[in-house]
């Protein structure tokens, strides 16, 4: 089973500010197939990337995936008002498919 | 727009099975290259997938609740179902369902249905 550690577990950041989260990977992901989800308190999980950096229908640009092997990170550029939530990324290359434990971007 | 709507009880006992229905509309199950599955959240915790279905029946568990675990699909009602044996607390959780294509992660979900096991 791949395990993938996010870092940091929360980041304290003010709308404007830019922000990586990474996602670092026990072994290395087959084709690249990591995708970064964004939760919001009480609602499902919303795709943002799939492929390491494609992003999914009606993302904004400011949304950005990058990383290969074990190593991924998720950028936004800006943060805006809504971008306040949790964030998993996923393996969905090896299975059992497997998620991070999340990292939470809240409001300073 | 594809549409996924859980339901089922929403309190279990310990031991006991529980049972939950994903129906779909604005797509069809039986679609080629879809795929649909469950995926649970216990409280304030994180995301856990549970296992996947294709229309075939063709089925693929997490193996940590493999033996718990039993995922079916009804092609003539356009809905699948997830049965969960021998539930303890731990089993507490929003549990959603899915949809992926092949190659892809989950792109459509549903809005989760919570699941309490207590006597």
């Known amino acids: 089973e791949i395990v993938l550690t996010q870092s940091p577990g929360t980041l304290s950041l003010s709308p404007g500010e830019r922000v990586t989260l990474s996602c670092r990977a026990s072994q290395s992901v087959s084709g690249s197939y990591l995708a970064w989800y964004q939760q919001k308190p009480g609602q499902a999980p919303r795709l943002l990337i799939y492929g390491a950096s494609s992003r999914a229908t009606g993302i904004p640009d400011r949304f950005t995936g990058s990383g290969s092997g074990t190593d991924f990170t998720l950028t936004i550029s800006r943060l805006e008002p809504e971008d306040f939530a949790v964030y998993y990324c996923?393996?969905?290359?090896?299975?059992?498919?497997?998620f991070g434990q999340g990292t939470k971007v809240e409001i300073k | 727009q594809l549409q996924l709507q859980e339901s089922g009880p929403g309190l279990v006992k310990p031991s006991e099975t529980l049972s939950l229905t994903c129906a779909v509309s604005?797509?069809?199950?039986?679609?080629?290259?879809?795929?649909w599955g469950w995926i649970r959240q216990p409280p304030g915790k994180g995301l856990e997938w549970i296992g996947t279905?294709?229309?075939?029946?063709?089925?693929y568990y997490n193996p940590s609740l493999k033996s718990r675990s039993t995922i079916s699909v009804d092609t003539s009602k356009n809905q699948f179902s997830l049965n969960l044996s021998s539930v303890t607390a731990a089993d507490t959780a929003v549990y959603y369902c899915?949809?992926?294509?092949?190659?892809?992660?989950?792109?459509?979900w549903g809005q989760g249905t919570l699941v309490t096991v207590s006597s």
């Open positions: 996923q393996q969905y290359g090896s299975s059992p498919r497997t």
């Open positions: 279905i294709y229309y075939s029946g063709s089925t």
């Open positions: 899915a949809r992926r294509s092949t190659g892809y992660p989950p792109d459509y």
């Open positions: 604005g797509g069809s199950i039986s679609s080629s290259g879809y795929y």
